[in-house]
């Protein structure tokens, strides 16, 4: 089993969320800080832990990222981390993977399952570390964690998802 240590340069997580019921929006946070113990020879033995500076938000829009940081939906300043601990992994193909775990959002803790692609190791030209690239998605049920704000529309449905989409990116370094 190998340690690899999350490269906060080089990963993200991104979300994309319906608004106005006809197109998405789209933020990603930055600050991503994690541990994966992972051998590609045995997926099922893998465990991750990784935290999410729920501060490091970018949408694009600063208004809309203070509105999304605010109590109305992330409330950062007394949230100020997303976390995410495995519990199960299971081979899914080549390369592939079921990862099931514990997500916190705002302080409460609900299990969700990612489908994980994984590739690598390589050798980084700029100094020789070696990385392993790690990719995953979910979909969520914003409400389930709390973040329920919305307006209703004229036709009465709501003017954001209930669901949002999560696209994890990660390199991550070998820990010598």
Same mark, same amino acid.
């Given at each position: 089993? @190998?340690?690899?240590?999350?490269?906060?340069?080089?990963?993200?997580?991104?979300?994309?969320? %319906?608004?106005?019921?006809?197109?998405?929006?789209?933020?990603?946070?930055?600050?991503?800080?994690?541990?994966?113990?992972?051998?590609?020879?045995?997926?099922?033995?893998?465990?991750?832990?990784?935290?999410?500076?729920?501060?490091?938000?970018?949408?694009?829009?600063?208004?809309?990222?203070?509105?999304?940081?605010?109590?109305?939906?992330?409330?950062?300043?007394?949230?100020?981390?997303?976390?995410?601990? @495995?519990? %199960?992994?299971? $081979?899914?193909?080549?390369?592939?993977?079921?990862?099931?775990?514990?997500?916190?959002?705002?302080?409460?803790?609900?299990?969700?399952?990612?489908?994980?692609?994984? @590739?690598?190791?390589? %050798?980084?030209?700029? $100094?020789?570390?070696?990385?392993? $690239?790690?990719?995953?998605?979910?979909?969520?049920?914003?409400?389930?964690?709390?973040?329920?704000?919305?307006?209703?529309?004229?036709?009465?449905?709501?003017?954001?998802?209930?669901?949002?989409?999560?696209?994890?990116?990660?390199?991550?370094?070998?820990?010598?």
């Amino acid at each position: 089993m @190998s340690i690899w240590i999350v490269d906060p340069d080089h990963s993200v997580a991104a979300f994309a969320v %319906k608004h106005l019921k006809i197109a998405y929006v789209r933020g990603q946070f930055n600050g991503i800080s994690g541990t994966i113990i992972f051998d590609p020879s045995d997926v099922t033995r893998t465990t991750v832990e990784a935290t999410i500076e729920a501060s490091g938000l970018i949408t694009g829009i600063r208004k809309r990222d203070d509105h999304v940081m605010s109590a109305d939906f992330i409330e950062a300043a007394t949230y100020p981390f997303i976390t995410f601990r @495995s519990t %199960k992994v299971e $081979g899914a193909g080549e390369n592939r993977a079921k990862m099931t775990g514990d997500l916190t959002i705002r302080g409460i803790t609900k299990p969700v399952t990612l489908d994980v692609e994984y @590739s690598g190791p390589v %050798k980084s030209p700029f $100094g020789g570390e070696i990385t392993m $690239g790690f990719s995953a998605t979910a979909v969520i049920d914003r409400f389930a964690y709390g973040v329920s704000w919305n307006e209703i529309m004229e036709d009465g449905g709501f003017m954001i998802d209930r669901d949002v989409k999560i696209t994890i990116d990660i390199e991550a370094d070998l820990r010598e």
